[in-house]
């Protein structure tokens, strides 16, 4: 006996159905595609106009060059005036220039060498105050061939200084102050060294010790 009651259900339609709803689903997701391309299309377009409009905005300036590019600035006169202004003088005079100068030579040994066995190594030359006079001496520094460090002339504050640290002092007893502080020093020491009554300060009543 067969139970009429509860139609069968058809597998076509459960088929059918199924496909209905995947259909749907598809057709959404078209749309959001569609939706989203579209809002892309209109960004791409926007980033492309403005790139267009930075572009023209740049190829419409004149450049400006820092540089001399041009032919003349190799003609005589118009590439010096590219270089560097030349340094001032000191207004030190060469060695040369003043060798007339010298009264004496005076010739510096390091200490506990056999002086036999030096040889020339440079000229020095430098102002003194002998018997209150300044006058201006030339130092032969001697030393061994193989030595490194040659002595410095007694009372000469460095290989470069044409003063001796009298004269340093003298002067400045009179303007007050060192130019640097490495003068200082040097002073410095050059008293410790002294002898009790220095020759330059013998003759000398204006400045006091």
Same mark, same amino acid.
């Given at each position: 006996?067969?139970?009429?009651? &509860?139609? %069968?259900?058809?597998?076509?339609?459960?088929?059918?159905? /199924? +496909?209905?709803? $995947?259909?749907?689903? @598809? &057709?959404? %997701?078209?749309?959001?595609?569609?939706?989203?391309?579209? /809002? +892309?299309?209109? $960004?791409?377009?926007? @980033?492309?106009?403005?790139?267009?409009?930075?572009?023209?905005?740049?190829?419409?300036?004149?450049?400006?060059?820092?540089?001399?590019?041009?032919?003349?600035?190799?003609?005589?006169?118009?590439?010096?005036?590219?270089?560097?202004?030349?340094?001032?003088?000191?207004?030190?005079?060469?060695?040369?220039?003043?060798?007339?100068?010298?009264?004496?030579?005076?010739?510096?040994?390091?200490?506990?060498?056999?002086?036999?066995?030096?040889?020339?190594?440079?000229?020095?030359?430098?102002?003194?105050?002998?018997?209150?006079?300044?006058?201006?001496?030339?130092?032969?520094?001697?030393?061994?061939?193989?030595?490194?460090?040659?002595p410095l002339p007694p009372g000469v504050r460095n290989s470069r200084s044409e003063f001796g640290m009298e004269i340093?002092?003298?002067?400045?007893?009179?303007?007050?102050?060192?130019?640097?502080?490495?003068?200082?020093?040097?002073?410095?020491?050059?008293?410790?060294?002294?002898?009790?009554?220095?020759?330059?300060?013998?003759?000398?009543?204006?400045?006091?010790?």
């Open positions: 006996m067969t139970d009429t009651g &509860t139609p %069968e259900t058809d597998p076509r339609d459960l088929q059918i159905a /199924e +496909l209905s709803q $995947r259909l749907a689903e @598809l &057709t959404n %997701e078209n749309q959001q595609l569609r939706a989203e391309n579209k /809002e +892309l299309k209109e $960004r791409i377009e926007r @980033l492309e106009a403005l790139l267009a409009s930075k572009v023209d905005a740049k190829s419409s300036k004149t450049p400006i060059f820092t540089e001399n590019y041009s032919l003349d600035r190799n003609k005589l006169g118009v590439q010096n005036s590219d270089k560097k202004p030349a340094r001032k003088s000191t207004g030190r005079k060469p060695r040369a220039a003043k060798a007339h100068l010298v009264s004496d030579t005076i010739a510096v040994f390091p200490p506990d060498v056999d002086r036999g066995q030096c040889v020339h190594q440079r000229f020095q030359s430098a102002w003194r105050l002998v018997d209150g006079k300044a006058v201006y001496l030339r130092y032969d520094i001697r030393d061994l061939p193989d030595s490194t460090s040659v340093i002092l003298i002067n400045t007893a009179i303007h007050g102050s060192f130019r640097r502080p490495s003068m200082c020093c040097s002073a410095a020491e050059f008293l410790e060294r002294r002898p009790k009554r220095p020759v330059f300060w013998e003759k000398s009543s204006t400045v006091s010790a």
